[in-house]
């Protein structure tokens, strides 16, 4: 585990998942990485896969 001090209020967070502050709530701006982006999914990937799925089974439908 390691330590990560609060920008805003200063106070140590030992949690390494953790995107808010323990005690003040705030953002503790970290990057999120590729496997925080798999795990919590932006709105505009999920219409980006759901545009896709309609687009692919269109297309399976037309060419039965």
Known sequence: MSEY???HCGK???DDESLLC???G???KRSIG???KI???TPRII???AVIA???SFILLMSC
């Open 47 to 49: 219409i980006v896969i």
């Open 39 to 41: 795990k919590y999914p």
């Open 54 to 56: 309609v687009l692919l």
């Open 5 to 7: 001090i609060c920008p």
């Open 26 to 28: 705030e953002n503790l």
């Open 34 to 36: 590729f496997m925080g």
């Open 12 to 14: 140590p967070t030992y």
């Open 22 to 24: 323990l005690y003040c």
